[in-house]
C-alpha cells in the first residue's frame, strides 16, 4: 500500500530545489556583472583613445610652441653676442625658450602616464571579466551538480513504500 512521502523526505527535497533557485540567481548576476566589465572596457577603451587624441594635439602644439620660441632664442642668441641686446633681454627670451622646453617634455611625459594610466585600468577590468567568467563556469558546474542531486532525490523519494 502506497502513502505518502514522509516529511523527513520532502523538506531536504525542498531545500535543494532552493539551492538550485539560488545558484540560478547567482549565475543570472554574475552574467550580469560580466556584461557591466564588458561595458566598462569598452568605455575605457574609448576614453583611452580620446585621452590620447586630446594629449596628442597638446603635445603637437607645445611642440610647435617650443619649435618658436628655440628659433626666436637662436635669432636673440645671434643678437646678444653682436652686441645688438642686452643681456636682461636675452635672459629672458632663454627663459620662456627654456620654460617651452619644459613645458614640451612635461606634454610627452603626460601622453604616456595617460595611456599608462587608462592601459591599468583596462587590464584590472579584463582580468575582473575573467575571474567573473571563470566564477560563472564553476556555478554552472555546481548547478549541474545539484540538479543531479534533485533528480537523484526525486527518484528515490518516488520509490519508498510503507508496507502494513
Known amino acids: ?71 626666436q632664442f637662436e635669432r636673440n642668441k645671434k643678437l646678444f653676442e653682436a652686441g645688438n641686446i642686452p643681456l636682461t633681454k636675452y635672459q629672458e627670451i632663454e627663459y620662456k625658450f627654456q620654460n617651452a622646453q619644459a613645458e614640451y617634455l612635461n606634454v610627452q611625459i603626460e601622453l604616456d602616464r595617460v595611456e ?7 587590464s584590472k577590468a579584463e582580468s575582473e571579466r575573467s575571474n567573473t567568467e571563470a566564477e560563472i563556469f564553476e556555478a554552472q558546474a555546481e548547478l549541474a551538480k545539484l540538479r543531479n542531486e534533485y533528480a537523484n532525490m526525486q ?9 502494513a
Request: aromatic share 4%; hydrophobic share 45%; net charge positive.
Open 1 to 71: 500500500m502506497n502513502a505518502s512521502v514522509p516529511l523527513n523526505l520532502v523538506l531536504p527535497l525542498k531545500r535543494l530545489a532552493e539551492q538550485i533557485d539560488a545558484k540560478g540567481k547567482s549565475i543570472a548576476a554574475k552574467k550580469q556583472k560580466a556584461q557591466a566589465l564588458v561595458r566598462q572596457i569598452s568605455a575605457l577603451q574609448s576614453a583611452l583613445s580620446n585621452k590620447i587624441n586630446q594629449t596628442k594635439a597638446k603635445l603637437e602644439a607645445e611642440r610647435i610652441r617650443f619649435q618658436n620660441m628655440e628659433n
Open 116 to 122: 599608462a594610466e587608462y592601459l591599468d585600468k583596462i
Open 155 to 163: 527518484i528515490r523519494n518516488q520509490q519508498y513504500q510503507i508496507v
